[in-house]
């Protein structure tokens, strides 16, 4: 009998033993690592543009210059946005001072779920 309560005993100490072995291993493990692939290259947004006067309006021509994306979002400072890898934007031509749009590139990797996003000031002269 005597045998028999030790055996559980141990037994019980045995199963707590393993039971926190595994609790710990499972709490160390990187199940939502952002980037597990260690050859996943995060996006870079980047992009270059230039300006058309055209009457009353000046016509932004923006070139995407972005590496490892594959979707880009735009916004052009004025409310408006586009999803197009090159976008051309008119905006109107200020009647007596200059007009200063904040643009923002955000370039995208969709499918390991990364960004990037790039901004610069543009100048439109009356």
Known sequence: MKNTRIYQ???TRASVLLFLLIVATCA?????DP?????IFTPIASFDYT??????VVRATFTNTSQNADTYQWDFGDGT??????PVKDYPR????????????????TI???LNRKSKSIQIDP
Request: glycine fraction near 2%; hydrophobic fraction near 25%.
């Open 9 to 11: 005993r141990l037994n």
């Open 28 to 32: 160390c493990s990187k199940k939502n």
């Open 35 to 39: 980037n597990p692939d260690p050859n």
């Open 51 to 56: 300006l058309t006067p055209m009457g009353n």
């Open 81 to 86: 946005t586009s999803t197009q890898v090159n």
């Open 94 to 109: 200020p009647v007596s001072k200059p007009r200063i749009y904040n643009v923002v590139l955000t370039a995208y990797d």
């Open 112 to 114: 390991n779920k990364t």
